[in-house]
T-cell receptor
Framework: DAGVIQSPRHEVTEMGQEVTLRCKPI?????LFWYRQTMMRGLELLIY????????DSGMPEDRFSAKMPNASFSTLKIQPSEPRDSAVYFC?????????????FGQGTRLTVV | GQQVMQIPQYQHVQEGEDFTTYCNSS?????IQWYKQRPGGHPVFLIQ?????EVKKQKRLTFQFGEAKKNSSLHITATQTTDVGTYFC???????????FGPGTSLSVIP
């Protein structure tokens, strides 16, 4: 398996523009997580899907952020409009939750810079 | 909400010295995981601990889960430059099966 695949790896955009980050989880995994990592705030969980359904989006910072998972093999995280403070590395991770087995497999991340 | 703290935030050691990072929770945990993130990389799963007082070893790394299941430690014996990175503990929030990460301990190894 190729692992969790994220695209793009790097994104530079101007303030106010829409940004869409993409994620393909590991085939067969039933859970998908979006994290944001910054020096100041560390690794923050934004939203969590289980069987394609959003379970907990309490970490989504504002209404400018939205996430979808239309099927088991694809998810997007959208920021509209983007702001400089959204600059961070965004990770997608997937997991096969079975009982207490919760190992998360991370993608390479998308480094977002909003100027 | 469930909070996870890690100490120290940063640690600089001479190559060959030992290193320990500690993870503390305000609540009893069902399990705890440890991840390593190399500079510029992504978090990679190291291990999961489930039982009270559990100790697991991976070569020079020793992981321990506290008796009360509220704390954990990662100990590296005789650090090497390949150990450089940030070590995160992560806990499962059982109400939603989501994994919450601690703030991490950044390890630098001076050759």
């Amino acid at each position: 398996d190729a692992g969790v695949i994220q695209s793009p790896r790097h994104e530079v955009t101007e303030m106010g523009q829409e940004v869409t980050l993409r994620c393909k989880p590991i085939s067969g995994h039933n859970s998908l997580f979006w994290y944001r990592q910054t020096m100041m705030r560390g690794l923050e969980l934004l939203i969590y899907f289980n069987n394609n359904v959003p379970i907990d989006d309490s970490g989504m910072p504002e209404d400018r952020f939205s996430a979808k998972m239309p099927n088991a093999s694809f998810s997007t995280l959208k920021i509209q409009p983007s702001e400089p403070r959204d600059s961070a590395v965004y990770f997608c991770a997937s997991s096969l939750l079975t009982g207490l087995n919760t190992e998360a497999f991370f993608g390479q991340g998308t480094r977002l810079t909003v100027v | 909400g469930q909070q996870v703290m890690q100490i120290p935030q940063y640690q600089h050691v001479q190559e060959g010295e030992d290193f320990t990072t500690y993870c503390n929770s305000s609540t009893t945990l069902s399990n705890i995981q440890w991840y390593k993130q190399r500079p510029g990389g992504h978090p990679v799963f190291l291990i999961q601990l489930v039982k009270s007082g559990e100790v697991k070893k991976q070569k020079r790394l020793t992981f321990q889960f506290g008796e009360a299941k509220k704390n954990s430690s990662l100990h590296i014996t005789a650090t090497q430059t390949t150990d450089v990175g940030t070590y995160f503990c992560a806990v499962l929030k059982t109400s939603y099966d989501k994994v919450i990460f601690g703030p991490g301990t950044s390890l630098s190894v001076i050759p």
